[in-house]
């Protein structure tokens, strides 16, 4: 069975301060790894994909890396505004794309 | 262009009677999937539509929950006899197939 667990379920940071949450994985085939940002009382925002280990994708603060077993979300200098929950997803190779979902790190940034 | 949408963003039930949700995707996605997303829990997959295909019910929890599509264009996922269990936020999202997936703001459905 796929699994996704991410870490830690909560963070808190203060603005300025650089941090990593990680996603660990076990899947029986991995087509590709998901990050998406959720804000309370909405829908998930895509991120990054990263398909293959030592992929890196970047986005303002934002890179995301990916091993064969787990995949990182670094946060680079956060501001207030980064605040949300981060949820971690993987699809794999079987006919069609659901995504398994981990239950999020949600990132709180005190400034 | 115009995202997924929902409707209604919020539902409050009572125990046993009847819902049904409702989904737009984004247009010209013909892959759409329904989630259950449990507070403190990850999003759980329900139910996925690809075009004309059969779909894939797989992930429904019990035979009270169901969903139809039309062609490629608006879905419904209706909740019969509801439990209080049942309540969560309930998200739909669309994409082209193997595509990234893009969700809709979710429908809060609250059983009292």
């Known amino acids: 069975e796929d699994q996704v667990t991410q870490s830690p379920e909560a963070l808190r940071l203060q603005e300025g301060e650089s941090s990593s949450l990680n996603c660990s994985y076990t899947v029986s085939g991995l087509r590709g790894l998901f990050w998406y940002r959720q804000d309370p009382g909405k829908g998930p925002e895509f991120l990054f994909t990263?398909?293959?280990a030592g992929e890196e994708k970047e986005k303002e603060r934002l890179k995301a890396t990916l091993t064969k077993k787990e995949s990182f979300l670094h946060i680079t200098a956060p501001k207030p505004e980064d605040s949300a929950t981060y949820l971690c997803a993987v699809q794999v190779y079987s006919g069609y794309s659901t995504l398994t979902f981990g239950k999020g790190t949600m990132l709180l940034v005190s400034p | 262009g115009a995202g997924v949408s929902q409707s209604p963003s919020n539902k409050v039930t009572e125990k046993g009677k009847d819902v049904e949700l409702r989904c737009d995707p984004i247009?010209?996605?013909?892959?759409l999937y329904w989630y259950r997303q449990r507070l403190g829990q990850g999003l759980e997959f329900l139910i996925y539509?690809?075009?004309?295909?059969?779909?894939?019910k797989s992930g429904l929890p019990s035979d009270r929950f169901s969903a139809e599509r039309t062609g490629e264009s608006v879905s419904t996922l209706t909740i019969q006899r509801t439990q209080q269990e049942d309540s969560a936020v309930y998200l739909c999202?669309?994409?082209?197939?193997?595509?990234?997936?893009?969700f809709g703001p979710g429908t809060r459905l609250l059983v009292l």
């Open positions: 539509f690809q075009g004309n295909s059969a779909p894939d």
């Open positions: 999202a669309s994409t082209y197939p193997e595509e990234t997936q893009y």
């Open positions: 247009s010209g996605h013909t892959a």
């Open positions: 990263l398909y293959s």
